[in-house]
């Protein structure tokens, strides 16, 4: 067998359609690998958000009608927010995290109003989410 009858024979093109096979697979695989390691952080990101959101309003649930929260609360805030500042560091970005803690300052200096739906209005705009 010459190399002229092997690249005419049907072997060849058997071997070239495992090879354009392989090929496309594991570019599809590569493709929806991808999507779905965006789709994971995405869905870890809302997460952190939506513990955000439920930090900053009972932070201002604590300081509400010029109430004093007690050391005891307090503890327990700051516990809490300890907790999620990794998860904060790793997904949220640097925007979101420094709008909840200018929140946190505006809610601690009375500004209660409006801070937990600017932080949600922002949260959105990051998404992509319409209003």
């Known amino acids: 067998m010459t190399w002229s009858d092997f690249f005419s024979s ?3 093109g058997v071997i070239i359609g495992a090879i354009l096979t392989a090929g496309f697979t594991w570019f599809i695989e590569y493709l929806r690998a991808k999507r779905d390691e965006k789709l994971y952080v995405k869905r870890k990101r809302e997460e952190v958000y939506l513990k955000l959101l439920d930090l900053l309003n009972e932070y201002v649930e604590l300081h509400n009608d010029n109430k004093t929260p007690n050391d005891v609360e307090m503890k327990e805030f700051w516990v809490r927010y300890k907790q999620l500042r990794p998860a904060v560091k790793v997904y949220a970005s640097q925007h979101i995290e420094e ?29 992509g989410i319409k209003d």
């Open 10 to 12: 049907q072997i060849f």
């Open 99 to 127: 709008w909840f803690l200018e929140s946190l300052d505006e809610a601690f200096k009375g500004g209660i109003k409006g801070q937990v739906n600017g932080l949600a209005k922002e949260i959105r705009k990051e998404l």
